[in-house]
């Protein structure tokens, strides 16, 4: 679980990451060099969940590779279903990760929305849906090893 006292935000307990993978943690079904062990040692502190369409037909390997089992989103309303995920698990606990339009209501869904800038670009939709952005996936994780990062960004 990952605690953070923000002010004039309030207290977030987050206990799940929820993440998109192509565009996300991925690039053209590929995953992103170095990520295997961030998410590993991530795995320690969150839950991870991860949810995709499964763009590239890759997930399989991705899957191998992260020692995890994303769940696939069926093509239509792919954006409701990921926000419907992230509310079973309990919204509020929830650490989102994103940046393609189908990802825009699960990071305004969540406790916490994480939009990053990728190789496929980010999506105007759901940068306006996150309570945070980040040039990359590598710097969302520095985010989660220094959460008082977040509290710096986020205090009102």
Known sequence: ??????????????????????????V???????????????????????????THGHQAVIDKQLDLSATIVTPGNESQQ??????????????ALGQGANDAAMLMAAGLGVCVLSQEGLAAETLMCA???VPDVHTFFDLMDKPMRVVASLRK
């Open 28 to 54: 053209d079904g590929e995953l992103i060099d170095g990520l295997a062990e961030r998410i590993s040692s991530l795995r320690k502190r969150l839950e991870v969940h991860m949810l995709t369409a499964d």
């Open 1 to 26: 679980m990952i605690e953070l006292e923000i002010p004039g935000r309030g207290k977030l307990r987050l206990k799940y990451l929820v993440t998109d993978v192509n565009g996300t943690l991925a």
């Open 82 to 95: 990921k926000a419907d995920f992230v509310r079973r698990l309990g919204a509020d606990t929830v650490v």
């Open 131 to 133: 309570d945070l952005v």
